[in-house]
C-alpha cells in the first residue's frame, strides 16, 4: 500500500511538472505570437522566468518549429545584439468551418491567422453535414497540407448543449435529438475537432484583432438571419454554466407577440432580424407606401438586401427611416437590459446590421440613452464592428483555439472540444 501512495505521489509530481511546463511553453509562445519580434531578454522580463528556463523553452519551441528567429535587434548596452525571435506561420494551419444557413464558409488559415484559402459550400439538398464538412477537409480545399493542420474549427449560429452534446438553433434545419457533432467528430479521428456559437467567435475576433484588445468586457450583438450575442468577460469567452451564455435574440420584447420557434413569444430575433426588416419594407411596398428600394430592386423584391435598404434610408426614405427608427427603438431597449445585467465596458454591432451605416447607429445610441438608466449606459460604447469581413468568426474561433485548446507538448486527439 505505501509503494503504491509513493508510486501515485511520483505520478502526481510528474504530471504537474508537466503541467507548469506547458503552461510557461504557453505564455512564452504567446508572448512571441503577440509581438511583432521579441528576444530572450525580454521575454525573461516579461514572464520572470529565469534566463536558463527561457532559453530551454525557446529552444523546443525552435525545435518544434512554432517560431523561427529573424534576425538581431537592438542592444541597450555594448554587447552582444540580440537573436530576435517571431511566430513561423508557414509552420501549421488551422482549418475553420462557418456554418449558415445557406451552408458552409470555409477558410484555412496559417498560424498568425491569416487566410490561405477560402470558399464557400452549398450543401445538397438530402446530403449529410457530416460528410459534406468531411468533402470540403479531404477533398475540396486544394491547399490543405494534412501533416501541418492542428484541428478543425466550426462555428455555428445556434445554441450548443454542452452538457448533453446537442445542437439547439432556430436558423439551421438541425433536429434537437439529431446527433450530428459526435458524427462530425467521428470523420476526424486522428485531428481535433472544436465547435462553437458563431456569436463568441466574432467577439473574440473583436477582442483579438480589432483595436479593442485592451478592452477586457465587451459584448458582441451579431444581428443576421438570426440575433445572438457574444460576451467577453475579462479576456474570455462566457459560456454560462451549460454553454448556453449569449442567447439575446429570445429575450422576449412583447409577450403578446408572435410565437418563436423556441417557444417563448416576442422574441427580439422575430422583430429586429435582418430578413425581418427586409420583410418589413416589402410589406410597407405593398401596402402602397413609397419607397425608393422599389425602384432600386427593380420591382424584384427577391433582391432586396440590406445594403439596398441603407441607400434608400441615408437618402431620408421615409417608409425605410420609419421602419428603422422603430428596429432601432427596439434594439435600445435590449441593450439597456443587457447594460443593466452585464454593465459592459463596449456593446459591438455587427454580423451585417452594420452595413446600415453611422446614421442607424446614431439612431441606436440616442434611443438607448432615452429609455436606459443615464448613470450606467453613458458608461458604454456603443459602437458597429471594425471588422467588416464576415470570415472574421473563422480567424476568432482559429484564434481561440489556439490561445485555450491547443497544447503545444501534446496536441493529441480529444472527445469533440465545445467552447
Same mark, same amino acid.
Given at each position: 500500500?505505501?509503494?503504491?501512495?509513493?508510486?501515485?505521489?511520483?505520478?502526481?509530481?510528474?504530471?504537474?511538472?508537466?503541467?507548469?511546463?506547458?503552461?510557461?511553453?504557453?505564455?512564452?509562445?504567446?508572448?512571441?505570437?503577440?509581438?511583432?519580434?521579441?528576444?530572450?531578454?525580454?521575454?525573461?522580463?516579461?514572464?520572470?522566468?529565469?534566463?536558463?528556463?527561457?532559453?530551454?523553452?525557446?529552444?523546443?519551441? %525552435?525545435?518544434?518549429?512554432?517560431? $523561427?528567429?529573424?534576425?538581431?535587434?537592438?542592444?541597450?548596452?555594448?554587447?552582444?545584439?540580440?537573436?530576435?525571435?517571431?511566430?513561423?506561420?508557414?509552420? *501549421?494551419?488551422?482549418?475553420?468551418?462557418?456554418?449558415?444557413?445557406?451552408?458552409?464558409?470555409?477558410?484555412?488559415?496559417?498560424?498568425?491567422?491569416?487566410?490561405?484559402?477560402?470558399?464557400?459550400?452549398?450543401?445538397?439538398?438530402?446530403?449529410?453535414?457530416?460528410?459534406?464538412?468531411?468533402?470540403?477537409?479531404?477533398?475540396?480545399?486544394?491547399?490543405?497540407?494534412?501533416?501541418?493542420?492542428?484541428?478543425? $474549427?466550426?462555428?455555428?449560429?445556434?445554441?450548443? =448543449?454542452?452538457?448533453?452534446?446537442?445542437?439547439?438553433?432556430?436558423?439551421?434545419?438541425?433536429?434537437?435529438?439529431?446527433?450530428?457533432?459526435?458524427?462530425?467528430?467521428?470523420?476526424?479521428?486522428?485531428?481535433?475537432?472544436?465547435?462553437?456559437?458563431?456569436? *463568441?467567435?466574432?467577439?473574440?475576433?473583436?477582442?483579438?484583432?480589432?483595436?479593442?484588445? =485592451?478592452?477586457?468586457?465587451?459584448?458582441?450583438?451579431?444581428?443576421?438571419?438570426?440575433?445572438? *450575442?457574444?460576451?467577453?468577460?475579462?479576456?474570455?469567452?462566457?459560456?454560462?454554466?451549460?454553454?448556453?451564455?449569449?442567447?439575446?435574440?429570445?429575450?422576449?420584447?412583447?409577450?403578446?407577440?408572435?410565437?418563436?420557434?423556441?417557444?417563448?413569444?416576442? $422574441?427580439?430575433?422575430?422583430?429586429?432580424?435582418?430578413?425581418?426588416?427586409?420583410?418589413?419594407?416589402?410589406?410597407?411596398?405593398?401596402?402602397?407606401?413609397?419607397?425608393?428600394?422599389?425602384? %432600386? $430592386?427593380?420591382?424584384?423584391?427577391?433582391?432586396?438586401?440590406?445594403?439596398?435598404?441603407?441607400? *434608400?434610408?441615408?437618402?431620408? =426614405?421615409?417608409?425605410?427611416?420609419?421602419?428603422?427608427?422603430?428596429?432601432?427603438?427596439?434594439?435600445?431597449?435590449?441593450?439597456?437590459?443587457?447594460?443593466?445585467?452585464?454593465?459592459?465596458?463596449?456593446?459591438?454591432?455587427?454580423?451585417?446590421?452594420?452595413?446600415?451605416?453611422?446614421?442607424?447607429?446614431?439612431?441606436?445610441?440616442?434611443?438607448?440613452?432615452?429609455?436606459?438608466?443615464?448613470?450606467?449606459?453613458?458608461?458604454?460604447?456603443?459602437?458597429?464592428?471594425?471588422?467588416?469581413?464576415?470570415?472574421?468568426?473563422?480567424?476568432?474561433?482559429?484564434?481561440?483555439?489556439?490561445?485555450?485548446?491547443?497544447?503545444?507538448?501534446?496536441?493529441?486527439?480529444?472527445?469533440?472540444?465545445?467552447?
Amino acid at each position: 500500500m505505501k509503494l503504491a501512495g509513493n508510486r501515485r505521489g511520483r505520478d502526481l509530481v510528474i504530471k504537474n511538472q508537466q503541467l507548469i511546463k506547458e503552461t510557461n511553453l504557453k505564455n512564452v509562445f504567446s508572448l512571441i505570437y503577440s509581438s511583432s519580434g521579441i528576444s530572450r531578454v525580454n521575454l525573461v522580463e516579461l514572464t520572470g522566468l529565469s534566463p536558463t528556463t527561457v532559453s530551454a523553452l525557446v529552444e523546443e519551441l %525552435l525545435e518544434y518549429e512554432l517560431i $523561427c528567429t529573424m534576425g538581431v535587434g537592438e542592444s541597450k548596452t555594448s554587447g552582444r545584439k540580440p537573436i530576435m525571435l517571431e511566430v513561423n506561420r508557414d509552420c *501549421a494551419q488551422i482549418a475553420t468551418i462557418a456554418w449558415q444557413k445557406s451552408g458552409f464558409s470555409f477558410s484555412l488559415l496559417d498560424l498568425g491567422c491569416s487566410e490561405i484559402e477560402e470558399f464557400s459550400v452549398i450543401v445538397p439538398s438530402g446530403a449529410a453535414f457530416e460528410d459534406v464538412i468531411e468533402e470540403i477537409i479531404t477533398n475540396r480545399s486544394q491547399l490543405i497540407d494534412t501533416e501541418k493542420i492542428l484541428a478543425i $474549427c466550426l462555428s455555428i449560429p445556434a445554441i450548443i =448543449d454542452s452538457t448533453n452534446k446537442k445542437v439547439i438553433t432556430s436558423v439551421l434545419d438541425i433536429d434537437e435529438n439529431d446527433d450530428i457533432l459526435s458524427r462530425i467528430n467521428n470523420k476526424f479521428p486522428e485531428l481535433p475537432v472544436m465547435i462553437g456559437n458563431e456569436s *463568441a467567435f466574432y467577439a473574440y475576433a473583436e477582442h483579438e484583432f480589432s483595436s479593442l484588445q =485592451d478592452t477586457r468586457n465587451l459584448i458582441y450583438i451579431n444581428i443576421n438571419v438570426g440575433v445572438g *450575442a457574444g460576451i467577453i468577460q475579462n479576456g474570455e469567452i462566457y459560456r454560462g454554466a451549460h454553454g448556453m451564455a449569449g442567447e439575446f435574440g429570445h429575450i422576449s420584447m412583447d409577450v403578446n407577440g408572435p410565437e418563436c420557434s423556441c417557444g417563448n413569444r416576442g $422574441c427580439l430575433e422575430r422583430l429586429i432580424k435582418t430578413p425581418r426588416i427586409i420583410e418589413l419594407v416589402i410589406d410597407g411596398i405593398k401596402n402602397g407606401k413609397h419607397s425608393e428600394v422599389e425602384a %432600386l $430592386c427593380i420591382g424584384d423584391f427577391s433582391m432586396i438586401d440590406i445594403p439596398m435598404i441603407a441607400v *434608400a434610408y441615408n437618402n431620408g =426614405d421615409e417608409l425605410v427611416t420609419e421602419i428603422l427608427s422603430d428596429v432601432a427603438r427596439i434594439l435600445s431597449f435590449a441593450l439597456n437590459n443587457i447594460i443593466s445585467f452585464y454593465d459592459p465596458k463596449t456593446i459591438v454591432l455587427g454580423g451585417g446590421i452594420e452595413r446600415l451605416g453611422p446614421a442607424f447607429l446614431g439612431e441606436v445610441r440616442t434611443q438607448t440613452k432615452i429609455a436606459g438608466f443615464r448613470k450606467i449606459v453613458s458608461s458604454v460604447d456603443i459602437i458597429f464592428t471594425e471588422l467588416s469581413s464576415f470570415n472574421y468568426r473563422n480567424k476568432g474561433a482559429a484564434k481561440y483555439y489556439l490561445d485555450n485548446i491547443f497544447r503545444i507538448s501534446g496536441n493529441k486527439k480529444d472527445e469533440l472540444i465545445i467552447c
